[in-house]
């Protein structure tokens, strides 16, 4: 073995070290939103802090840093090996610049601060949570700081979650869609009302716990490489890539709710079954940014499982899961209702066009708390008078309102926008798919998704984080990111629904 | 605060953060053996062998170690303080003698082994696990030369389960109670016959299920502090006193499986609920011995949950979760067929008195391999052959053989001991309690176990390993670990069976 290829092993072996300790921690938490039992929660926290805190000092040996240094100018590595350096050495140079203590502070901090969420819920105050919230945001303050930015501090924190992107470009965006999609919205308006009380009638547990297992196993999720669980806020994790966990949540009178969501986590968990499994704990095995991970959820949530041609196959299936419901239930009123566009309260249920105001809000929320220029204590007003001027709605409470997501308690400001940005990509992912397979949209209303899938293997997972989001939706669709695509694809939506 | 006990306060917060290391890999493992997904089992061990690393890199800091020197040398510390830091640097001494590159090696071994095992028993054929128990027995010859000992090597490895047992102990008290067992076992072979082909019913799952909840909350069970879960091969672990996992299985065509499983089980889990909050990670809050930790399970398996009163208040419960299956039962059939004494393949379907024939003779194979005098080749022959001979049955193939337990898989050699002296203590202590405890049995006919679970608190669970077994026996029974008490026990047992 020549020196390069021994350094690139000592590199390799360090690397999945830091990945172990990290899996483990992810093990943790899935655990605590899955089946921890309540009081042992104080515990977990000071067990996740820990791990974090290793996984921190493995992450930022003097050693591991000079190794890549000395890689990153080596010759003699192929394309990925040095990908993988690059990375590596970034991520290195990042964490660098936290020490372990804050980096343990910022672990407990969260632990306190979703518990406090969990209780701020059960009480329906955000004022409970805001303590604790309070203390999170100063450390998000902080983690700006040391991580440095140009312009606005908010830029840092994107930055953790989608590499190159800016206030300005998401400002950008935002007010790009604000008129279309507010003209696109009265254009639905005009849409014949459909009743789509059935989807309220009762759905017994087990049947759709059944039949969300029998989905996702037809959409190609392999259980020998993954599982789905409960969980109250569903969510995909992984182990590595042979070990992918599902979770979602089943409520008796809303049959959407469970359907969508395992679509949804179906499409990330075939996102990280998809990572090459000999790149397990390098970069080039890890996902390329939380946007692209969003546009394959959003890919099989929308593009195809609200589709028209995905329930001509799978509605008549869904009846026998649910004959009596269903019984006086037509496809084509199914599937306007499914797609029904309405502004409405929480993010999670809302249609594919709310659905950014919704993020919209959170962003400017998040932009102005982290540049100081409002205050936690603000949170819920600004909240509610938002969804009233962007949605016409009214905030009943906080629990329909500021409390409705978990993110804030996780830390994860900067991650709301990666949800719109993942739309975008996926309604440009899909036009190019139906370019590339012949007959694509005729193969998925015969239950035929498998071609889709080997086409997003291809195009996305095999690579992990090889490409930016950008480079990545370049080298697929010939050009960078370019929200016509998913204006297009809802206008058409639309005329599909009267 | 004075100097020692900032010390104090240094030493608590290491000890804590290994104890959070360890509890961590405890709930990989735990994963590992009730919802991984089988293609996931590579990484998870590689998980766990870093894991493993990582606490003994923690657990053997030069730090540590300097620190724990001059605490043990301090004034100041009051008793269970002292006995923390006595407790620890003994274990610090232990650890010193292993390299991490060791402890990684054994992580491994034990998880080819245990995955070998599970193929070996799929295929019912020892020679699939051959190989893989072979490095790992050599592993742990190893680790005996590196632990030393006195007199047999094996010695070194029952002081790893059970500090201060030895060969030369455990082959006088097995010598002891050969021939007494035998008699019991004449005698019980005069019983009158009984039918207990019910047990052998369609018991089902759901039902099982909801009873065995049921019943391990009646024993005082807290399930915010803890859950049960089903795995093939039923275990009890924590990862803080607050968070204690059953498992169990469950059978639909043999009752007693699960049943006694989770009475077993939750006798453990109560002993861990019981080990002191504030004592986390520290010697103290953790148990004393794994025999002290068996006698709470046999206590409550078998001391009350085979005892006459028990099913008294509990039969007519279990008639209400399977009316059909029991109907033409009555209580005393249903107590003679739970207790009938007959000699049999599998160890934890054993009754209470063949059962220590069935531990022996894996303490006599243990002992031969460790020493060298056999070789794990072996091992089907000789077990096949001591079956025949202390039980006088025929063993028709390995998986009813010497592939039924997971111990050796998990290179868990001088285990099987701490079963047997753990009926011992149990039958010891229940003892003690009926004399403690006025009309204990009386109370236990009409469902009422939290004084005996108060009383199980205050003698033993408190402690945690303040005391070995041996000082906790005595201060408990004023006596030394007294076999007598269960051959009484057991002989008496017979005596009901009429």
Redo the contacts between chains.
């Keep these: 073995m020549n020196h390069t290829a021994s350094l690139y092993n000592q590199y390799k072996a360090a690397a ?2 830091i990945a ?2 990290k ?3 992810a ?2 938490q899935w ?1 605590q939103e899955t ?6 929660a ?3 926290a ?2 996740m ?3 974090s805190e ?1 996984a921190h000092g493995l992450s930022t040996d003097k050693k591991l840093g000079e190794l890549l240094l000395e890689l990153n100018a080596a010759e003699g590595l192929n394309e990925r090996e040095k990908k993988n350096v690059q990375l590596s050495l970034e991520d290195y140079q990042k964490q660098e610049k936290f020490s372990g203590a804050f980096v343990r502070q910022m672990s407990e901090a969260i632990s306190t601060s979703f518990h406090a969420w969990i209780e701020a819920r059960k009480q329906n105050d955000f004022k409970v949570f805001q303590p604790a919230l309070e203390t999170l945001v100063q450390l998000k303050k902080e983690e700006a700081e040391i991580l440095g930015y140009q312009g606005h501090p908010y830029n840092a924190l994107l930055n953790e979650y989608e590499k190159g992107v800016t206030v300005q470009l998401l400002d950008n965006v935002f007010a790009s869609l604000t008129q279309p999609l507010g003209e696109l919205l009265e254009k639905a308006k005009q849409l014949p009302m459909v009743d789509d009380s059935f989807l309220h009638q009762y759905f017994p547990k087990q049947q759709q716990w059944d039949w969300g297992m029998d989905l996702i196993q037809q959409l190609g999720f ?6 789905q ?1 409960i969980a109250e806020h569903p969510f995909t994790t992984n ?2 890539s ?2 992918v966990r599902l979770t979602t949540r089943i409520d008796e009178n809303d049959f959407a709710n469970m359907t969508w969501s395992c679509i949804h986590e179906v499409g990330h968990g075939l996102y990280e079954q998809g990572l090459p499994d000999d790149q ?1 704990g390098l970069p080039c095995g890890e996902y390329a940014s939380l946007s692209i991970h969003e546009s394959q959820s959003r890919l099989w949530e929308n593009s195809a499982g609200r589709s028209k041609g995905f329930w001509q196959h799978y509605y008549p299936v869904l009846q026998t899961y649910f004959p009596e419901p269903l019984k006086h239930v037509d496809v084509h009123r199914f599937y306007q209702s499914i797609n029904k566009i309405q502004p409405s309260l929480i993010r999670t249920e809302a249609d594919e066009l709310t659905y950014h105001f919704h993020v919209n809000i959170r962003y400017s929320i998040e932009k102005e708390i982290i540049s100081g220029h409002c205050s936690v204590a603000d949170i819920p007003g600004i909240w509610n008078e938002q969804y009233r001027k962007f949605l016409g709605v009214i905030v009943p409470d906080d629990k329909q309102g500021c409390l409705q997501d978990v993110h804030w308690s996780h830390g994860s400001f900067g991650y709301f926008p990666t949800y719109s940005l993942g739309s975008f990509y996926a309604a440009q992912f899909f036009e190019q798919a139906k370019k590339e397979i012949p007959g694509l949209e005729q193969q998925i209303s015969v239950g035929n998704t498998m071609e889709l899938l080997n086409w997003l293997r291809n195009a996305v997972h095999q690579y992990g984080r090889m490409y930016t989001s950008e480079e990545l939706c370049r080298k697929i669709t010939g050009e960078g990111l370019n929200v016509a695509h998913f204006m297009n694809y809802l206008s058409n939506k639309i005329d599909t629904l009267k």
Tied chains: 1, 2.
């Design positions: 999945q070290k172990d300790v899996y483990a921690n093990v943790l655990d089946y921890l039992p309540s009081k042992g104080a515990a977990r000071t067990q802090a820990t791990l290793l392999d259980l020998e490489a993954g599982r669980d182990f590595s042979q070990d397990y």
